[in-house]
């Protein structure tokens, strides 16, 4: 008996599938049926095309068609930044340059920045980050318009900047960013204590409890250098960690960004507290803060995401490339070719990152989770013969070969087009700024 076709919005026909799910099945001509923004079923392109009644399709038989891919860590509108100071040291680079440029920020700015930077992220594959910065709901307002999905964190620092002079204007500011984006379907609300070196106990502590009080994440740099860890020994009498702990800011809605300085007894204690890291190659080796290390936090339970940071420490926003430095440099550090597999590495860009965001219905294409996903061009030479779709994401693919990226089954970015803004214009927009920023300082 032939059964009727069932509707659905649309039918997304993929040559290769990388679900991501739990067995992390990988499907050759395969295909999804998507409906209402999530996925209603995934299986062989034949039996789906039989089954479902699109209201509209998307050929997608020619890519590797991976989940959307989750920035931990990144402060979107440094996109302003990019470039302008390179090969200096960490408290260089901060307290001369980036600060200094800061100081000079407008929401104005800080909206345009934001949204070349989910361009990029789209451009890229990325449908989900992390970001924390100032001038949240410039921030929120640009995301929204640009369609990804965000976890939007108010940053705290004890450093009067260009949005906030007091600390409590910058908690009052997460209070609204709370309420504002409560219920929303792609914008979550979180709390960014900037460091322990900009950010006193107090306010550490308040921080926490707030995060606690309105059950959002915490998130904030820890442990990025040996230095800091002797700054802190130096004033606090601990290490970041202890320190962190000690001040109740370590717990399962807990993210920290970069966790290069960590010693046994640190990656024990984050371990034991429930709290992931956002690890941040490429920032950590251009600032040479060091070596993450992210064998020894995954073989102690740690959840670990990959975070792109901002793209003036780094300077792009792109996961390809993170995943790729990510699996070569456990490799150097630890002597051992075994380390952080192909595999390793897209858990940590997709599933992996998705968990340490408190999101773990993202970073896998299954039944029920948002149809969030990214194509790549399987005719591009670097990712033929496919013999391992995996191993060509991480090992072989740029990034450059995404040609699709949808969010909520929304196609956003599309063979070099945006669908959520003008690009052009917002080029034009981003020089006009940068120049006047430039002329400012
Ligand atoms: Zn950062």
């Not at 800061?102 to 989910?118: D, F, I, N």
């Not at 456990?330 to 070719?337: E, F, I, Y």
């Amino acid at each position: 008996m032939q059964t009727k076709p069932l509707p659905c919005d649309l039918l997304v026909t993929a040559g290769i599938l990388a679900t991501q799910n739990e067995a992390r099945d990988i499907l050759r001509q395969a295909a999804l049926a998507v409906t209402g923004g999530h996925i209603a079923a995934v299986g062989s392109a034949a039996d789906l095309v039989r089954a479902f009644a699109p209201a509209e399709t998307l050929d997608l038989s020619g890519c590797l068609v991976l989940p959307g891919l989750v920035n931990t860590h990144t402060h979107a509108a440094m996109t302003l930044f990019r470039g302008l100071c390179d090969d200096a040291p960490l408290a260089v680079w901060l307290t001369e340059h980036i600060w200094p440029a800061e100081a000079k920020l407008t929401s104005e700015a800080v909206r345009a920045g934001t949204e070349l930077a989910c361009a990029e992220m789209l451009a890229s594959g990325t449908t989900c980050f992390l970001d924390a910065y100032l001038y949240v709901d410039a921030i929120a307002d640009a995301v929204d318009t640009a369609g990804l999905r965000a976890v939007l964190c108010q940053g705290v620092f004890d450093i009067a900047n260009a949005n906030f002079k007091t600390t409590d204007a910058a908690l009052a500011s997460a209070s609204r960013l709370a309420d504002r984006l409560a219920g929303h379907d792609r914008l979550r609300p979180a709390i960014f204590p900037h460091a322990v070196y900009t950010c006193s106990a107090e306010t550490l502590a308040r921080c926490a409890d707030f995060a606690r009080d309105r059950g959002l994440l915490l998130s904030t740099h820890a442990a990025e250098t040996a230095r800091e860890n002797d700054d802190c020994q130096k004033t606090n009498g601990r290490r970041v960690i202890p320190y962190l702990k000690d001040l109740g800011l370590l717990g399962p809605q807990t993210l920290l960004a970069h966790g290069v300085a960590l010693d046994a007894a640190d990656i024990e204690t984050v371990a034991v507290s429930g709290a992931c890291v956002a690890h941040c190659p490429k920032s950590n080796m251009k600032l040479a803060s060091g070596i993450a290390p992210v064998q020894a936090l995954r073989a102690a339970g740690v959840t670990v995401g990959l975070g792109t940071d901002g793209a003036a420490s780094n300077n792009a926003l792109n996961l390809f490339s993170e995943m790729n430095v990510a699996a070569l440099l456990q490799k150097v550090a630890t002597g051992d070719p075994t380390a952080l597999g192909a595999g390793a590495a897209l858990d940590m860009a997709t599933r992996d990152g998705a968990a340490a965001l408190g999101w773990p219905e993202l970073g896998r294409l299954t039944v029920g989770g948002p149809a969030d996903l990214c194509a790549l061009d399987l005719s591009r030479p670097q990712l033929c013969p496919a013999f391992d779709p995996v191993s060509d994401a991480v090992y072989a693919a740029s990034g450059g070969e995404v040609v699709c990226t949808m969010v909520a089954g929304k196609v956003l970015y599309r063979d070099g087009e945006f669908t959520g803004f003008d690009y052009p214009e917002l080029r034009r927009r981003m020089c006009a700024m940068t120049r006047s920023l430039k002329r400012r300082s």
